[in-house]
């Protein structure tokens, strides 16, 4: 059974020696793997869940092209986002005029 004041200490040391960022850029390990996640996966969290991660060796401090990427790819995403939600909006506003519908419109008047 683990020590949990002792994982804690640990966990508290490595936040300790991270940079001073709000945001940690990681790298996910084999360890994560083995555990079903995928390896190279690079991802933005709170210091604290980095400490975390780390600590538990499941993910690694990413390296500045491995952040250039993780940028990219998020703003990627974002920009993708973004256009699938313009979409929705647009064929959200166009109302399909079906001829039950012209009917019911009629039979209001």
Known sequence: M???????QGVRKVEADLPNDAII????????????????????VPRAAAAQRIYEKTHR??????KAAGIADMERRTQED??????????DSRLMLTPELLAAITAKK
Do not use: I, P, Q
């Open 61 to 66: 401090l990413a390296t500045e092209e491995e």
């Open 25 to 44: 850029w990681l790298t996910s390990t084999d360890v994560l793997e083995e555990a079903g996640g995928r390896a190279g996966v690079v991802m933005d």
């Open 82 to 91: 973004l256009a699938r939600e313009r979409m929705r909006k647009t064929s």
């Open 2 to 8: 683990m020590n949990l004041k002792s994982y804690w």
